[in-house]
């Protein structure tokens, strides 16, 4: 019987969020269902981590839009436009925005349903299997 590494099996989401309590709240509960979290706090963040040639790469990305530094929106840009990014699958939620941007998975408004942002994040990452 072949027996898988946890890294082998294991996917990573990018959780960029400026709120502290939501962003422990939603890396808790990926964590709970065996993501590997990579938590920013700013679009900065993010990006110098997608630039990185992060190893491993983000399976998913959940960005929050309004954002210090770097917003949100210049993530989205990048994931859009640069190409080795552009295969990364991106969840955004915002307080801001009444609809989905172009270009991202789905789209959830403050306040949203943990469970449905879940079933998004799962979804996305059983098809980079």
């Not at 502290?20 to 920013?40: C, H, N, W």
């Amino acid at each position: 019987m072949i027996t898988l590494s946890k890294r082998m099996t294991t996917k990573t989401i990018l959780l960029v969020e400026d709120d502290f309590d939501l962003r422990d709240i939603i890396q808790d509960i990926l964590e709970d269902e065996g993501y590997d979290v990579v938590p920013a706090h700013d679009g900065r963040q993010a990006l110098e981590y997608l630039r990185s040639a992060a190893d491993p790469r983000p399976d998913a990305v959940v960005l929050d839009l309004m954002l210090p530094h770097v917003s949100g929106w210049e993530v989205l840009d990048a994931t859009r436009s640069e190409a080795d990014l552009g295969t990364i699958p991106v969840i955004v939620i915002s307080a801001a925005e009444r609809q989905r941007p172009v270009g991202v998975a789905e789209f959830f408004k403050k306040p949203f349903n943990l469970e449905r942002l879940l079933q998004s994040i799962r979804e996305r990452t059983s098809s980079a299997d």
